[in-house]
């Protein structure tokens, strides 16, 4: 009769099982003895944890989600098994997040909401137990304990059904877990561009939806509102996503995707002898800084306003001094009480503030105004004001009709 021989796979499991009864089993060896927390073994094992999980001394506690939790957050990342792996080491603060510095098995908890610090820097989970049951609550997760007390030496196993997540899985996840982000995730929804903010794998995109210029940059959320006005970061770095891939900074005013006034567009569009025309006349300064007002603005550029102090033979000084001039010209560049965009001009005269005629006239693209001493060509037709209450069209001439005090005084010195 042949005796027969144990193969050395047997020989090796015999071993490692008198080893494991001998002394304290670590972290490692039970998870890898545990088939529900097979993905988890594969994912530590990933990562440069092994030898410090491999101690069974140690005494600590690990949230350790089950196989259905890490399949689920490949879902919520948008990324496969292997891709997730194929990470290494920078999954590692994702795995230490799991394990609290301290032994807690279930009944040590306390209850009610404790927050303890994880082998990851700086970062806390809150642990919740209420009656029998015990919540994780992670930045970007909530996990349910569903098997307690697992002992691994000093240390305690909690089997959870969610991976728990450093950072957000997307700005909208971001926007509904932050109180203090719920206007906006209630503006992303109303604008129906929760689907793009949802998207774990954006990153490195721009995308502008009614021209909210919303620029995905590399590892950086940056908003770029069209109108000029200054926010500033009150919250920096919110992580999103693994590495992270994006991040969102709080800012502390609403970054505009249009222009809040006509003051504003022309701040932003650098028409600042127009500004400097508009406080030394004086009049109409409130309604152009006025998000409610209406109406329509010839715009003329800086070096429109330079031609016509050549022109003139007049400094700028002289220009802006003289208050009869400066009335003449700012009137005939104000349509009141109406927002036209090129589309809607016909071409013949046109109501402005000004009692001297003005004309519109169309030629294909090509929109001009025709007053008594000038004519002038819209170079930047439409720039919207406050969703089209006003209008903006820069022009690249200054509109004169009469002669204003300062053009008499220099030709008659003449
Ligand atoms: C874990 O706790 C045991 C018992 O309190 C202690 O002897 C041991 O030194 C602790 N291990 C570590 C790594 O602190
Ligand atoms: C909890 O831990 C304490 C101290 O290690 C131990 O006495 C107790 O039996 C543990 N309870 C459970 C349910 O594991
Ligand atoms: C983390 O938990 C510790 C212990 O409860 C606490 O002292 C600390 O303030 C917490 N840190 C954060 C960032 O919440
Ligand atoms: C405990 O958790 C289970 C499953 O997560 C849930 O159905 C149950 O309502 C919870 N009980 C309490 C008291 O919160
Ligand atoms: C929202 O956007 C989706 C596509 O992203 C579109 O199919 C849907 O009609 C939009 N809904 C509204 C109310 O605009
Ligand atoms: C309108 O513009 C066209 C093309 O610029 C020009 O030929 C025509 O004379 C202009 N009409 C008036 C009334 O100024
Ligand atoms: C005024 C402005 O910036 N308009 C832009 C809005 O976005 C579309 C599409 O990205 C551009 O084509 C427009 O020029």
Redesign the pocket.
Known sequence: MATKRPSGAVVFLLVGSLVATSSAQSIFEVLSSTPSLALLTAGISATGLVSTLSDP???VTLFAPSNEALLGVLTDLGVSLEGLLALGTSLTPVFQYHVVQTALNASEIPSGDTSLPTLAAGANLTITKSDANITVKSLGSDANVIQADLIAG?SRIHIIDRVLLPFFVSIASALSRSPALSTLLTAVQTANITAIFSDPLLTATVFAPSNLSVVLAGANVVVTPLSAITATVRIADIPIGLGPRSVVHVVDQLLLPFYSSVANAAQSSGLTTLLAVVAADGRFGAQLSDPKFVGTILAPTDAAFTALLTRMGLTAEQLLSDRATLASILELHILPGVSLKVAQLTSGPVTTLSAAPLLANITGNVVTFVAAQSTATVIAPDVSVNLDRAVVHVIDQVLCSVMGAAMLYTFTRV
Do not use: D, K
Request: glycine fraction near 24%.
């Open positions: 001394t140690l005494n000093g």
